[in-house]
């Protein structure tokens, strides 16, 4: 019953993303600055996720709850409530524990049975008539596997033909990292309160949150005041990176990238990489290659200038550029790392994308002028991990990449993490499942590079690059699906997202 297949959150989502563990005593400080208790926010959040499920499913009319033994419980005895009096059949289930409820989850429980609501024990079997699943059983203070029985009732709820709407945060989902550790709810619908966590952005997120919707509780004020230590990044924040262009600007104004890489059978990296450069701004885009890919990537895209890969071509272009990106279809041969031995005493901005990584992983060495732009795989190379532990942490392992390597870092993947080297991190919550093919990363190599050449610092390149590479990809799937997205194919739309500035409507169709 969900979909997955774009990210379709709600538009009120924030952009300030906080650390799970700061919301436990915020909650708190944010409730006394506005004389408010903490039951009454419970009741407030109760009241929010009850509204979601009704308009998502206005027709259910069987509901059941599955309640756990702290304040997500809490909230689940609200709803249960309010659905209650709506007129809705509502079965509860909840977890029981020899350890006393938290005193406001206590009031909710008695709440509801003093509305006469009923309560049945975890391992009653669901009710196959309900028609749609309320899951408040693990909130966002969960760390680890679900134990044996929680895991069993959420295996239940995930068989039942019900749609899950889950509160604050899927049950058995890491709401720090985004990590699912065992059993996790699936949920077609997720309401998160308060602030925005990470897990809900990254990792398994994408496979298990389903549509996310937010609501702040009355405390929008109070979080006006704070520092958010993450921000979450999306197409409609493309114009405050990419300006209009003057008038009377020029190809050299907008950057000279040199793009090296293609060893033999791998022409069609480097092609994807620079025509990508083109797409995305460039000024004056220099491929070196080897020099049977030099007429079939001229016939393909013209308005590249391809020469063959020497040590001579090398010096004078490294001499030329503006920035230099490197490694998409370089291989791990004598040619590919002579290549990358003189790029490394270069002091421009440079990108390192494919085999530059794996042969960084070889000879590590650290460098603060460099965007490295890893997948999980290459990424537990570098770490000398493996891509499990990477996954389990997306914003931990890009931080120790850039702690161990300088620069930037973009962690590929479903919910890509980018830091900066003034500590800054960022999740970029656009993209989808059929970018899961050969060449997407060669593209975002060149849109990336591209930025970087017409300006933006690193960090900002990185981020914009990332944003502009997804939101042309969802552009894609909005119009045709997913399955059979190929990585060309997002320069049919690509320009209309490094031009934000141009028919706004237009751009996010």
């Known amino acids: 019953m969900t979909d997955h297949g774009m990210n379709k959150n709600d538009a009120s989502i924030p952009h300030s993303v906080w650390p799970a563990d700061w919301l436990r005593t915020a909650e708190r400080e944010a409730a006394d600055s506005l004389g408010l208790t903490l039951y009454e926010l419970m009741q407030r959040a109760g009241d929010a996720a009850f509204q979601v499920a009704r308009a998502a499913y206005p027709h259910s009319q069987r509901w059941l709850v599955l309640c756990g033994h702290g304040n997500n419980g809490g909230d689940g005895y609200v709803v249960a409530r309010l659905a209650q009096a709506a007129g809705i059949e509502v079965t509860l289930l909840a977890l029981e524990s020899d350890k006393p409820l938290p005193e406001e989850a206590q009031a909710a429980r008695e709440a509801w049975l003093g509305a006469g609501g009923e309560i049945h024990a975890p391992h009653t079997p669901l009710p196959e008539t309900c028609d749609l699943i309320i899951d408040a059983l693990l909130g966002t203070g969960f760390s680890q596997a679900p134990r044996e029985n929680i895991a069993t009732l959420i295996e239940h709820a995930n068989q039942h033909r019900a749609p899950v709407v889950a509160l604050d945060i899927p049950s058995g989902l890491l709401a720090q990292t985004g990590g699912a550790p065992g059993a996790v709810i699936h949920a077609a619908h997720t309401v998160t309160f308060i602030a925005l966590k990470p897990g809900l952005l990254t990792g ?22 704070q520092q958010a230590p993450y921000a979450r990044f999306d197409a409609t924040q493309l114009s405050r990176w990419l300006r209009p262009r003057r008038a009377g600007s020029h190809k050299g104004d907008n950057g000279k990238l040199v793009i090296i890489g293609g060893d033999h059978g791998t022409a069609g990296a480097i092609r994807m990489t620079g025509e990508a450069a083109l797409r995305a701004g460039a000024g004056l885009v220099r491929v070196l290659t080897r020099a049977e890919n030099i007429a079939p990537l001229v016939t393909a895209r013209p308005e590249l200038m391809v020469h063959e890969l020497t040590s001579d071509a090398l010096d004078a272009s490294l001499e030329w550029a503006d920035v230099v990106v490197i490694g998409p279809g370089l291989g ?31 000879a590590p060495d650290t460098s603060h002028n460099r965007i490295l732009t890893p997948h999980p795989g290459e990424a537990a190379r570098l770490l000398n991990r493996s891509v499990a532990e990477i996954e389990s942490d997306r914003l931990l392992s890009a ?111």
């Not at 900002?460 to 990809?473: E, I, K, L, P, S």
Request: proline share 3%; charged share 20%.
């Open 399 to 509: 931080r120790e990449l850039a702690q161990r390597y300088g620069g930037c870092v973009v962690l590929k993947g479903a919910g890509t993490v980018v830091t900066g080297p003034q500590d800054e991190c960022g999740i970029i919550d656009v993209g989808n499942p059929g970018m899961g093919t050969g060449g997407m990363g060669d593209v975002l190599s060149g849109i990336i590079g591209a930025l970087l050449a017409q300006g933006l610092n690193p960090y900002d390149a990185a981020c914009a690059g990332g944003v502009a590479h997804g939101a042309a990809a969802d552009a894609l799937a909005q119009r045709f699906g997913t399955r059979g997205m190929l990585a060309t194919d997002l320069f049919s739309t690509l320009y209309r997202f490094v031009n934000p500035d141009i028919d706004t409507d237009q751009n996010h169709d």
């Open 332 to 362: 791990q041969q004598e040619w590919g790392k002579s290549a990358l031995a003189k790029v490394r005493q270069c002091d421009k901005p440079m990108l390192w994308d494919a085999d530059a990584l794996n042969l960084l992983a070889i």
């Open 204 to 225: 398994r997120a994408r496979d298990v949150v389903g549509r996310l919707h937010y609501h702040a509780l009355g405390l929008e004020a109070w979080l006006v005041g």
